[in-house]
Every structure is written in structure tokens, then in C-alpha cells.
């Protein structure tokens, strides 16, 4: 079976430091990779989505980047943190064929003090 | 952007009686998604339909596909405690395998 892994699954960070958010899957091969951040209580934004090693697609634009180092892997990283990068990040996976049904993992809660 | 307006924003019921949730769009999707998240966890899915009109059931939940593919609901019967969370629906549009999501409805059930 698939699983997918998020970590840290929480982290507090000060205004202008790194940040580097990693995801995992396992059990599928050439997943379609996704970052969303969600507010408090509410719908998930999309980030960023990869169908591929190295391919990254930009949703928004914003302080942060995304990187596909490896086939299941996903990085989320940014070199400056902001106040309002705050947020509870979700990293999900979907079959590559099959695309239409979105796994997640169990977030990171982010707080830039 | 494929927008889905979810409603209503929150629901708070009584254990034992009946809510629906409703999820409108404007947009044709070519599949829809149902989850439930609970606090500080990742969502997790509950059903996905594919068909017009298709009805699926899954012991006390009923999720709806309308006909034209724009719109979905999600009933239950005879909600319990363990039914709190916040449900979200997605839907996928026709030429990516991109979801957009909608707000969410809140939902809270009273022992």
C-alpha cells in the first residue's frame, strides 16, 4: 500500500531564517507530486505541483520554491521566511495515469515568529 | 480558476438528526472529491465520483454527482459525534490533474 510522509510535523521559525519542508512517498512510482498550504479552518491553496524529476510547476507567486530531487520526493523551501508564510503545509500524491484522486500526507504547521 | 462554493460555511447539529453539504460550481468537472480533515491532520478522502448523476453510499453518507457534472452534495443520516471535522470537496477539471478546492463547511455534531 501507499503512504506518504511529511516532517517536521511542526516548526516554529524566526522572520528571514531558511526553511526546508521534506515529503515522501511510498509504494507508487512516477506519482504526481503537490504543496498546498491551508488557512486555519479553511479550503487548501495549491503551491506548487511536479509531474516529474525536476519538473515544477508554480501556482502562485510567493517567497517560497519547490524542488524533485528524487522520484518521490518533494522539498519545499524558502531562503527568507515572512510573517505570512505562517500556515499548516500539505504535501499530496496522485497516481500518474489515474491523476484524478489526491492523497495527502499529515501536514506541517508552520508559525514565523 | 474553477471556483466551488461550498455551503453552508458551518453547520452545528444535535447527534442524531440529518445534515447535507453542498458544493456548486459553475464549471464542468471531470471528477469530484470529498474529504474530511480534523484538526491538524491532512484530509482524507472519502469519495470520489465520476459519472452525472451518480450516487454513492457509503454507510451513513450519500454523496450526489449532478448531472451536469458542475455540482455535488454530501448527506448524512443520523450524524454522530465522530462526523465532526471540516468536509472539503475538489474537483479535478478536464485537462489537468489539478484539484481546486472549496472553502469548506465546518461541521460539528453535539452528543
Known amino acids: 500500500s501507499q503512504t506518504i510522509h511529511q516532517w517536521p510535523a511542526t516548526l516554529v521559525q524566526p522572520v528571514g531564517s531558511p526553511l526546508s519542508l521534506e515529503c515522501t512517498v511510498e509504494?507508487?512510482?512516477?506519482?504526481?507530486l503537490y504543496w498546498y498550504r491551508q488557512a486555519a479552518g479553511r479550503g487548501l491553496q495549491l503551491l506548487f505541483y511536479?509531474?516529474?524529476?525536476?519538473?515544477i510547476s508554480s501556482e502562485v507567486p510567493q517567497n517560497l520554491s519547490a524542488s524533485r530531487p528524487q522520484d518521490r520526493q518533494f522539498i519545499l523551501s524558502s531562503k527568507k521566511l515572512l510573517l505570512s508564510d505562517s500556515g499548516f503545509y500539505l504535501c499530496?500524491?496522485?497516481?500518474?495515469?489515474?491523476?484524478?484522486?489526491?492523497?495527502f500526507g499529515p501536514g506541517t504547521r508552520l508559525t514565523v515568529l | 480558476t474553477q471556483l466551488l462554493e461550498q455551503s453552508p460555511q458551518f453547520l452545528s447539529i444535535q447527534e442524531g438528526e440529518n445534515l447535507t453539504v453542498y458544493c456548486n460550481s459553475s464549471s464542468v468537472f471531470s471528477s469530484l472529491q470529498w474529504y474530511r480533515q480534523e484538526p491538524g491532520e491532512g484530509p482524507v478522502l472519502l469519495v470520489t465520483?465520476?459519472?452525472?448523476?451518480e450516487v454513492k453510499k457509503l454507510k451513513r453518507l450519500t454523496f450526489q454527482f449532478g448531472d451536469a457534472r458542475k455540482d455535488s452534495s454530501l448527506h448524512i443520516t443520523a450524524a454522530q459525534p465522530g462526523d465532526t471535522g471540516l468536509y472539503l470537496c475538489?474537483?479535478?477539471?478536464?485537462?489537468?490533474?489539478?484539484?481546486?478546492f472549496g472553502a469548506g463547511t465546518t461541521v460539528t455534531v453535539r452528543a
Open positions: 475538489a474537483g479535478e477539471g478536464r485537462d489537468d490533474y489539478k484539484l481546486s
Open positions: 499530496a500524491w496522485s497516481d500518474r495515469v489515474a491523476g484524478d484522486t489526491q492523497y
Open positions: 465520483v465520476v459519472t452525472g448523476g
Open positions: 509504494g507508487t512510482s512516477n506519482p504526481n
Open positions: 511536479s509531474v516529474g524529476i525536476g519538473q
